[in-house]
T-cell receptor, first 109, second 112 residues
Framework: GQNIDQPTEMTATEGAIVQINCTYQTSGFNGLFWYQQHAGEAPTFLSY????GLEEKGRFSSFLSRSKGYSYLLLKELQMKDSASYLC??????????FGDGTTLTVKP | DSGVTQTPKHLITATGQRVTLRCSPR?????VYWYQQSLDQGLQFLIQ???????AKGNILERFSAQQFPDLHSELNLSSLELGDSALYFC???????????FGQGTRLTVV
């Protein structure tokens, strides 16, 4: 089966940097996604990692270590609108997706 | 707008009833995924279809079923509804099994 762990809540200050960690255990790993979800809304895609290393996209970066079953999402220059839930999701070769329960990030002034 | 359309947006029904949720994927996307999100909980993967065929199955209850039609739209059927089935049901689509998925706005189901 698959198991994904993320911190439940995090708080950070506007303008700061925050790192949201995700650890996973799975067989047939095919890729790891990060999504952002505002309350009551649909998740929106942030990043996709299939190889080890860091993927940078504007203020957001995502890192993957397949050997360690570990990923993180790095958010820089935090803005109030970044307050949301951040979901880590793992996809297997069979196409099955498993989402973590999400990390609720609160950005304070 | 993700390009994925779900109907209805809201649905209120009684226990024991059956409902059908509909999803139209983005143009050109062959994969459709269904997810359930209960209040304050994470997304739970239910099932995936690829070009009309079931490709992956999650923790989908036997009371639930889905299908993808030749025009690639999909329907999720929920029967013998229970109070605990109240949740947001999301549909997502992608153009390949391994790429990002785009989510619809969801159907909020309330079972009373």
């Amino acid at each position: 089966g698959q198991n994904i762990d993320q911190p439940t809540e995090m708080t950070a200050t506007e303008g700061a940097i925050v790192q949201i960690n995700c650890t996973y255990q799975t067989s047939g790993f095919n890729g790891l996604f990060w999504y952002q979800q505002h309350a009551g809304e649909a998740p929106t895609f942030l990043s996709y990692n299939v190889l080890d290393g860091l993927e940078e996209k504007g203020r957001f970066s995502s890192f993957l270590s397949r050997s360690k079953g570990y990923s993180y999402l790095l958010l820089k220059e935090l803005q109030m609108k970044d307050s949301a839930s951040y979901l880590c999701a793992v996809k297997t070769n069979a196409g099955k997706s498993t989402f973590g329960d999400g990390t609720t990030l609160t950005v304070k002034p | 707008d993700s390009g994925v359309t779900q109907t209805p947006k809201h649905l209120i029904t009684a226990t024991g009833q059956r409902v059908t949720l509909r999803c139209s994927p983005r143009s050109g996307d062959l994969s459709v995924y269904w997810y359930q999100q209960s209040l304050d909980q994470g997304l739970q993967f239910l099932i995936q279809y690829y070009n009309g065929e079931e490709r992956a199955k999650g923790n989908i209850l036997e009371r639930f079923s889905a299908q993808q039609f030749p025009d690639l739209h999909s329907e999720l059927n929920l029967s013998s509804l229970e109070l605990g089935d109240s949740a947001l049901y999301f549909c997502a689509s992608s153009n390949d099994m391994n790429t990002e998925a785009f989510f619809g706005q969801g159907t909020r189901l309330t079972v009373v």
